[in-house]
């Protein structure tokens, strides 16, 4: 993360466009992803979650759930946080709490999370094999939609990589974290969510911060 940070200073020798600003930006939010303070976000709920379940009924379950969902929103606002990115602590938890009280299932607490992979994992792929892939379009939505970027080998076949990257977790979540939930098993999807959530987010934020990098090297103008 300290690399991250060191590339995303300025030099004070020259301004700053709106071109520059773009990836420092959308690299910032990539790598929040990735740190200790993302795995606490995404772990926390599920870890009350799944212990409260193993010793509680299914509405205490979900009681303890939701005030861990209001604590966690509140520790993020305390951090300065902004309010969206806090509250949703709280809507994740309150949606998934929601599920379960109306299907009396504690494992569909997951299902939302479950699907919403196999969405992303289509997404993904898809955008590849239209060589369209979701990470330049991004990029270049960042950059004023101005860039010619797939008509560049280099920057099509680095997006095309993270990309890739992105479908592969993805599809691994989706696939171990459904077989689990066909076979009831609560508990395993737990710890499923936590191994498989931050640890290889870090991973595939890792190769899209390079995509994107090098992206703007090779179709950015140069600072004189």
């Known amino acids: 993360m300290t690399e991250l940070r060191q590339h995303d200073t300025v030099d004070d020798d ?6 520059d600003t773009g990836p420092t930006r ?9 740190t200790r303070m993302g795995f606490i ?5 599920v870890v009350v979650f799944v212990t409260a379940n193993l010793f509680l009924p299914l509405p205490a379950t979900l009681t303890v759930a939701l ?19 806090a509250a949703g602590s709280l809507a994740g938890v309150a949606v998934a709490a929601g599920i379960v009280a109306l299907t009396g299932s504690a494992k569909n607490y997951f299902a939302v999370g479950i699907w919403a992979y196999l969405a992303g994992f289509v ?8 060589r369209r892939p979701v990470t330049g379009v991004i990029w270049n939505f960042v950059h004023g939609r101005k860039h010619r970027w797939r008509n560049d080998r280099t920057v099509l076949r680095a997006h095309t990589i993270a990309t890739l990257a992105a479908a592969a977790v993805l599809g691994a979540r989706f696939g171990l974290q459904q077989w689990l939930y066909l076979n009831d098993n609560t508990s395993a999807l737990g710890v499923a969510r936590i191994a498989m959530g931050t640890p290889l987010s870090a991973l595939v934020v890792v190769v899209i911060v390079w ?3 090098r992206s703007t090297k ?3 103008p140069k600072n004189p």
């Open 211 to 213: 995509a994107f990098r």
């Open 14 to 19: 020259h301004t700053t466009s709106p071109s």
């Open 67 to 85: 005030l861990t969902g209001v604590g966690l929103m509140v520790f993020r606002l305390v951090r300065g946080e902004r309010w969206i990115s």
């Open 218 to 220: 090779q179709l950015l």
């Open 41 to 45: 976000h995404s772990a926390v709920p």
């Open 123 to 130: 997404i993904t792929l898809g955008s590849v094999l239209l």
């Open 26 to 34: 959308a690299e910032a939010m990539l790598a929040r992803m990735g």
